[in-house]
């Protein structure tokens, strides 16, 4: 089933064509890396994917709607969310009570009465179930600006992933962390969106081992357009695709 669908999508700035005529679908079950060099128009394609951009032309389909720029609340209501766009981390603020903002948010209950709800059982047994789901449990009373930046990156997906979407939509969630720490991140990502049954992760990253470690699917951006859309095994034997997408080969 097709959840998310571009036709011929196009965003200028001014005269400058950062999404130059996309069309391309994301179905139930997959996991799509959007790849390509610094300025290719990842971010402004996953901004006009997310509703936050409204197209020059063409449009983008949620579940066979039109959500051109309806904006971030809006599209977690129908069910998809983005990380670092929704809940802001205030550093001041727990573990838990970032959670709990979340959980509320999607369950639409009005921000006067959080100081109440959040004490909620009902709040609280989801605001546990996603701390497991991302190994923070042990740090729910922590105020988020003590977190490591690993732990951080965490947060801000664990709060995404609170507003139970069916689609999720990553942009560099690994950014900032370092090399060792990114492979564990990603896998707590991967099997925090199994198991709460996410549909389809969006996900935007530089690093090429993470792409070719988790991807059913790779769609390269160039100036704009789609330079290729292609499974791992054959998007990785192209070395000519690689080193035009990356700019380097990848080290093996
Ligand atoms: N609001 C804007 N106004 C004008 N130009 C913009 C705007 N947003 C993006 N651009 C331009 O559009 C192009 C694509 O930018 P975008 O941020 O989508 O690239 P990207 O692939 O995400 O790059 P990076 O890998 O650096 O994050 C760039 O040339 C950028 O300068
Ligand atoms: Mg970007």
Redesign the pocket.
């Known amino acids: 089933m097709t959840l998310i669908e571009a036709r011929d999508l196009t965003k200028k700035?001014?005269a400058?064509r950062?999404i130059d005529g996309i069309t391309l679908s994301v179905s139930e079950g997959e996991f799509v890396s959007i790849v390509?060099?610094?300025?290719?128009?990842?971010?402004?394609?996953v901004?006009l994917l997310t509703g936050l951009l409204r197209p020059t032309s063409g449009s983008v389909l949620f579940k066979g709607e039109n959500i051109g720029g309806i904006g971030p609340v809006a599209l977690a209501e129908r069910g998809m969310a983005r990380a670092f766009q929704l809940v802001q981390i205030f550093p001041q603020m727990t573990v838990a009570e970032t959670l709990a903002t979340a959980v509320v948010s999607r369950r639409k209950i009005s921000w006067r009465m959080l100081a109440s709800v959040s004490e909620d059982a009902d709040v609280q047994r989801r605001v546990g179930e996603v701390a497991i789901a991302f190994g923070l449990e042990h740090r729910l009373q922590t105020p988020s600006r003590l977190l490591a930046q690993g732990e951080k990156k965490l947060l801000d997906v664990a709060s995404a992933f609170a507003l139970e979407p069916e689609v999720i939509l990553l942009d560099?969630p690994t950014s900032g962390v370092s090399t060792a720490e990114k492979h564990g991140l990603m896998k707590t990502l991967v099997s925090a969106a199994k198991s709460a049954g996410i549909k389809a992760v969006i996900l935007?990253e530089?690093d090429m081992d993470l792409v070719a470690a988790y991807s059913d699917r790779i769609v390269a951006?160039s100036e704009?357009r789609v330079l290729a859309d292609l499974p791992p095994g054959p998007f990785f034997a192209d070395a000519m695709l690689i080193e035009t997408v990356i700019g380097k080969r990848r080290a093996h």
């Open positions: 700035f001014g400058f950062a390509g060099p610094n300025g290719a128009g990842k971010t402004t394609f901004n560099e935007i530089h951006l704009g």
